[in-house]
């Protein structure tokens, strides 16, 4: 376990969540709804807020896989570095798509408080939410 899970753990950052299997679709439903409103926006050219979205779309994805080992975040951090120590390390996750999740929640931040966001960031983000979101749906959704 690394010192980053065990920390989140114990700040009670990351916690089991026995309700967690029963939100996993409530979750891929939500990623999939953020991703479609993303692509809407993107096409209507508001970069900003196609990368707020696309984030989203991630972040719930992310949740999904979280929830369907019965765990739940409190901490977008924590959220990241649980989908590495529970999918990356196992291999169920590529590498790739924990870097782009970690560059979606910066962009994201970046977009969100202040006020920076770019058309070419956003392609890469909706290139990478598709992705993580059809391995995500491969993990929980059988």
Known sequence: MS???????????IKPFSRGRSLVSKEMETSLADLKSAEKTFADGNYKW?????YYAMFHAARAL?????????????LVVAIKE????????PPSLLEALK???SLREDADYYDRW???????LLV???E???IARKIVIP
């Open 3 to 13: 010192s980053e899970y065990e920390e989140c753990i114990q700040k009670g950052k």
């Open 50 to 54: 196609a990368t707020i979205q696309v």
């Open 66 to 78: 979280l929830y369907s080992n019965n765990m739940r975040e409190r901490s977008h951090y924590c």
């Open 86 to 93: 529970l999918f990356v390390d196992k291999k169920l996750v």
């Open 103 to 105: 560059e979606a929640k």
């Open 118 to 124: 770019s058309q070419a960031g956003c392609s890469r």
């Open 128 to 130: 990478d939410a598709r």
């Open 132 to 134: 993580l979101l059809a």
